[in-house]
């Protein structure tokens, strides 16, 4: 199985800058990509960005955070990153964390990201 834990949520306020780690343990020979996805009160989960592990370069971001979120990995690949720039007040969500592997999706328990205006 893969453990993920997350950290580097809190508030800021709008025009800030954040930045999101999520650490891998376990199986990560099984992962196959990561990414982050965010869930907004009474809003449906949603993809934010992701990154492949087994095909160096392959990226995908949501349309609304094209040109603002970074998403990268360490050398190991095992941790990934969200860097996160020119925050909106409609970025904030509870980040989750998410592992793709031959044995289905893995979860963190998620971040709170509070942006102000």
């Known amino acids: 199985q893969v453990q993920l834990v997350e950290s580097g949520g809190g508030l800021v306020q709008a025009g800030g800058s954040l930045r999101l780690s999520c650490a891998a343990s376990?199986?990560?020979?099984?992962?196959?990509?990561m990414g982050w996805y965010r869930q907004a009160p009474g809003k449906q989960r949603e993809l934010v960005a992701s990154?492949?592990?087994?095909?160096?370069?392959?990226?995908r971001y949501a349309d609304s955070v094209k040109g603002r979120f970074t998403i990268s990995t360490d050398n190991a690949k095992n941790t990934v990153f969200l860097q996160m720039n020119s925050l909106k007040p409609e970025d904030t969500a509870v980040y989750y964390c998410n592992a793709q592997t031959f044995r289905g999706d893995r979860w963190g328990q998620g971040t709170q990201v509070t942006v102000s205006s």
């Open positions: 990154i492949s592990i087994t095909i160096s370069g392959i990226t």
């Open positions: 376990g199986s990560i020979f099984s992962i196959n990509a």
